[in-house]
């Protein structure tokens, strides 16, 4: 149940933004867009979410198009910390509904 | 404040075999989430509890269930293990509010032989 489209991989260079997209047409009026990140063999870690509006804040910024069927998730520095998968989920926002997380983006930042 | 805690960090079976995964939410935290994630792939959604009460499940056969105490700390256990059920085991836990993040711990490894 695939809600959401992502690159397998991406790279960037250090210290530049990392730019991650992700696609989500079928998404619905009352779905959020989240991000999470896997560090090699942790648990996911939350970045960041929102709805319609762009947000920010101290790890990344989101950009969402204004028919909402895809997004943008900005590193705006990337460090060689930040290499991970990075995973574009979209949910209502009650928790009352499956999240699927598919398998993201692989972003490697290289020195 | 301590995260999300499971145990154990890593387990060998055999298959047929039964196991039981433990996971100890963030304090406060009402919500436990189980996801299976095997080698190279995506995390799968395996169960969601919230007050003691399994409120979803997902597509995963019946030998996979679990449950959540009073504490809200929760197991998964899975009957009669097979070889694809090699993977590494991550509980969530979150508050039950709108635009609840989820946490999650380090997760258990279980190989099956």
């Known amino acids: 149940d695939a809600k959401t489209t992502q690159p397998p991989s991406m790279d960037c260079a250090e210290g530049r933004a990392a730019n991650l997209p992700c696609n989500h047409s079928?998404?619905?009026?009352?779905?959020?867009v989240y991000w999470y990140r896997q560090i090699h063999s942790q648990g996911p870690q939350y970045i960041i979410h929102g709805l319609k509006n762009n947000e920010t804040n101290e790890m990344a910024s989101l950009i969402i198009t204004e028919d909402r069927k895809s997004s943008t998730l900005i590193l705006p520095h990337a460090t060689l910390r930040d290499t991970a998968v990075y995973y574009c989920i979209v949910r209502t926002g009650t928790g009352a509904n499956n999240l699927f997380f598919g398998t993201g983006t692989r972003l490697t930042v290289i020195p | 404040e301590a995260g999300v805690t499971q145990s154990p960090t890593h387990l060998i079976k055999t298959r047929g075999q039964q196991v039981t995964l433990r996971c100890s939410p963030i304090s406060g935290h009402t919500s436990v989430y189980w996801y299976q994630q095997a080698l190279g792939l995506g995390l799968q959604f395996l169960l969601w509890y919230d007050e003691g009460e399994e409120r979803n499940r997902g597509n995963f056969p019946p030998r996979f269930s679990g449950r959540q105490f009073p504490n809200y700390s929760s197991e998964l256990n899975v009957n009669a293990l097979e070889l694809e059920d090699s993977a590494l085991y991550l509980c969530a836990s979150s508050l039950r509010r709108l635009n609840e993040k989820l946490f999650f711990g380090s997760g258990t490894q279980l190989s099956v032989l």
């Open positions: 079928t998404i619905s009026g009352n779905e959020y």
